[in-house]
């Protein structure tokens, strides 16, 4: 195996400093492993775009609420290291959770600006701490590898737009770029929860997708946002499926959105299927800092 795997963040900046210093780029693919070709298209987005492209493994146990499925959520490195070495990872940064929350930490860096608890932040969901646990490790990582470039997926718009506002207040000088969502030929959003799903509910889970479509093209054929939402609910209803959240929000600030404005809209659905919560969404609208396409 030529992937270099690195546990600790001194040696993955020792690692890093020389190809630093030979003036190569360097592009950051965070993940909590269990890869699937969502994590893939990040890979190769980095690989066409950095000399050195660093994939961190971390199942980061911050971001996980009392009772979500940190315990059982699926694990596999050596098919991770397999996946990422094919896909054109050169490094695999996977710390332990001591390398990265040392005894005594206590500090969060933590995104306002009403991004972090609505859809899935909202407080009767995963709730805002989610987002802080994400935020905090992406600091983190951020400020190891110093990334030029880093890399998230479409499927956690949310998350996206979450970064993206901390990298701008923070000033953290990564380029932040959104690689479009992998999906199932059937549509559903490639996620590594969706081995949670009995093969029932593998069968429903596209209608999460099928919903989104539905919306977008009311919408394209001139219905306002409202009425597409209610076509989309519908979708979902057929399917048996009680939505957590569907919703449109504008996606550079994720405050409701009633009708265009000229800027553009995401369309999020949260929902759980059987024993998985599945997300998923559509921007509609102008092409969007929310969706970045990767080069
Ligand atoms: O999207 C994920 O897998 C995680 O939230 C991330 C960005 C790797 C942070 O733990």
């Given at each position: 195996?030529?992937?270099?795997?690195?546990?600790?963040?001194?040696?993955?900046?020792?690692?890093?400093?020389?190809?630093?210093?030979?003036?190569?780029?360097?592009?950051?693919?965070?993940?909590?492993?269990?890869?699937?070709?969502?994590?893939?298209?990040?890979?190769?987005?980095?690989?066409?775009r950095c000399d050195v492209v660093v994939m961190s493994l971390f199942v980061n146990p911050t971001q996980f609420r009392e009772g979500e499925d940190l315990e059982s959520y699926p694990r596999d490195e050596e098919r991770d290291l397999a996946l990422a070495e094919e896909a054109g990872a050169d490094i695999v940064y996977a710390p332990s959770v001591e390398d990265v929350y040392p005894n005594g930490f206590a500090t969060w860096v933590e995104v306002g600006g009403g991004l972090t608890d609505v859809l899935c932040g909202d407080p009767g969901r995963r709730g805002p701490d989610h987002f802080r646990g994400v935020t905090t490790v992406v600091a983190k990582l951020f400020n190891t590898v110093e990334p030029d470039a880093s890399f998230f997926g479409q499927k956690d718009a949310q998350q996206a737009i979450v970064i993206r506002r901390m990298a701008r207040d923070l000033d953290f000088r990564t380029?932040?770029?959104?690689?479009?969502?992998?999906?199932?030929?059937?549509?559903?959003?490639?996620s590594s929860r969706n081995?949670?799903?009995?093969?029932?509910?593998?069968?429903?889970?596209?209608?999460?997708?099928?919903?989104?479509?539905?919306?977008?093209?009311?919408?394209?054929?001139?219905a306002s946002l409202d009425d597409a939402l209610a076509d989309a609910r519908r979708v979902l209803t057929e399917a048996g499926i009680e939505p957590e959240y569907l919703e449109a929000r504008y996606a550079d600030d994720l405050t409701p959105a009633a009708a265009f404005d000229g800027r553009p809209v995401l369309v999020a659905v949260a929902a759980r299927v059987g024993a998985a919560r599945l997300i998923d969404n559509v921007v509609l609208g102008p092409p969007s800092e929310a969706e970045t396409p990767a080069e």
């Open positions: 195996m030529s992937v270099q795997v690195i546990r600790t963040k001194d040696d993955l900046r020792a690692a890093l400093r020389p190809r630093r210093r030979a003036g190569e780029t360097i592009g950051l693919v965070p993940t909590m492993g269990y890869l699937h070709d969502g994590h893939l298209a990040l890979i190769r987005a980095a690989r066409e380029e932040i770029v959104t690689v479009p969502t992998v999906r199932e030929p059937d549509g559903l959003a490639m081995t949670y799903l009995s093969p029932a509910d593998r069968e429903r889970a596209p209608a999460l997708y099928r919903a989104l479509r539905t919306a977008q093209e009311a919408v394209e054929g001139g």
